[in-house]
């Protein structure tokens, strides 16, 4: 959760920040952050930056305040960390802002206060709270390049986190460090009843590489305050979207026509109906042709002719986006058989994430696929049907006659899944399963051979599917 970016005021700072003062001289900043957070799951915050060095950013910013007004300076600084908060996904409400040394020598603090809704999550999931912290500022650090100062940066940090009246602690961050060529991070946690205490300190010595940041922060983790105490209700968004694909098998040629429904979260579909309209349907049809085009292309599926179409723009229904190509090589040939290969897992199936699933996720695929005259199915998958605590993965295979079949897959991920119920979950499923078939002796002789899997590219980022 990005609390502040580096500087007290990231209006007035941020652009002299990454404007290179800080080539030539050390930087040092110390945050406190307190908390009283509330069985709702709101907090009341207390945030607290104080930069100590440069002089000359110091003095700069104190030039800014001095030009903008204290009032202005002060608004100016609410407004920019509230949007910020909310680019992590929270919402600041009734923050006051105050600047303290912005007409004397010394350093420079700011002070913002405020309410954040939704600051802990209930997780139904094990019956939990969480609230999740970025010790290490990493969100911070993403907007800078250390490795291009010539000085050093220090940023030492305080997590004051009261939790509320009998809530039971059950899990905290762990102590930790690591360090490099004189660069380091510590991490240090302590708990008095209800509250727990974290310090950290992120050291970048001068001179800092890149391998000296990927020693100290090459293990990725979640920083968790984990405890119990009185249920609460789950807020989270649910990523949906529902696939229909019809592959016809020809003399020559695969026909694949593809149907993509993009039904929640609400929201972003109306934001990407109109990001699509201002930007201009036919770019980004030609776009998404473009980018399935290649997909198929770079597994050796040749494509003689396609085109896309979005519709729906301008309704309150799904985003609908259909697809319609002309392939060749479409499935591989092996010893005479050819194989469709299919993933189960619905690209689902390698996700990265570090602590919890924050959304649900609900995408069902719909595939019937059709071989010509002469032809038939050989070898079927079995059915699938795994489910751990609330979430599955299902596929049920349906033989229509000996040339058609119809797939109905489901992948529904609960809110809150743990990273090692997910991969517990997905290590039982398949990676991929075969559809296998025979043509007659004239079609066989036309060579329809090549890579069997088709992965689908989608306009919704379902979550972290494609991240990566």
Request: with cysteine.
């Amino acid at each position: 959760m990005r609390k502040f970016g580096f500087m007290v005021i990231a209006l007035l700072f941020f652009g002299v920040l990454s404007g290179g003062v800080l080539a030539s001289d050390d930087y040092k900043e110390v945050q406190k952050n307190e908390y009283w957070v509330s069985w709702n799951g709101s907090a009341n915050v207390t945030l607290i930056t104080t930069v100590y060095s440069p002089e000359s950013l110091l003095n700069k910013t104190r030039e800014s305040i001095a030009q903008m007004g204290l009032e202005n300076a002060t608004k100016a600084f609410v407004t920019q960390m509230a949007q910020r908060l909310s680019q992590e996904g929270y919402y600041l409400k009734n923050a006051t802002g105050e600047i303290i040394g912005y007409n004397s020598t010394g350093p420079l603090t700011t002070i913002i206060r405020g309410e954040i809704p939704n600051f802990a999550k209930y997780y139904s999931y094990g019956d939990v709270w969480e609230i999740t912290l970025d010790i290490l500022r990493v969100a911070d650090l993403a907007q800078i390049d250390p490795t291009k100062m010539n000085g050093s940066m220090t940023l030492e940090n305080y997590f004051i986190v009261h939790l509320p009246k009998g809530a039971k602690i059950t899990e905290i961050p762990n102590n930790y460090s690591a360090q490099s060529n004189g660069s380091y991070i510590k991490i240090q946690v302590s708990t008095n009843g209800t509250t727990v205490y974290v310090h950290s300190i992120i050291h970048f010595a001068k001179g800092v590489t890149y391998s000296d940041i990927q020693a100290i922060y090459g293990q990725p983790r979640a920083f968790v305050i984990q405890y119990k105490g009185k249920a609460g209700v789950e807020n989270y968004t649910t990523w949906e979207m529902r696939i229909h694909n019809n592959i016809t098998v020809q003399e020559n040629q695969t026909v694949f026509d593809s149907v993509e429904e993009y039904i929640k979260p609400e929201s972003y579909i109306n934001y990407l109906k109109f990001q699509i309209t201002y930007q201009g349907v036919q770019q980004a049809e030609q776009s998404l042709y473009q980018k399935y085009a290649q997909s198929f292309q770079v597994q050796g599926v040749g494509v003689k002719s396609g085109s896309v179409k979005i519709l729906n723009l301008n309704s309150t229904g799904p985003l609908i986006v259909k697809y319609h190509f002309i392939l060749t090589n479409f499935t591989h040939r092996i010893n005479g058989t050819y194989v469709y290969a299919y993933d189960p897992k619905l690209e689902l199936g390698n996700m990265q994430f570090l602590n919890r699933l924050d959304a649900a996720i609900n995408e069902t695929k719909i595939t019937k696929f059709i071989l010509p005259e002469g032809a038939k199915f050989t070898e079927l998958p079995n059915d699938i049907n795994i489910e751990l605590n609330g979430s599955f993965v299902k596929m049920t295979v349906k033989k229509v006659n000996d040339r058609e079949v119809i797939v109905t897959s489901n992948v529904y991920l609960r809110y809150g899944t743990p990273v090692n119920a997910y991969q517990t979950l997905m290590a039982k499923v398949p990676n991929r399963v075969e559809f296998k078939y025979t043509l007659s002796e004239k079609e066989s002789s036309n060579g329809i051979c090549g890579p069997a899997l088709l992965v689908g590219l989608a306009l919704l980022p379902l979550l972290y599917r494609r991240r990566r």
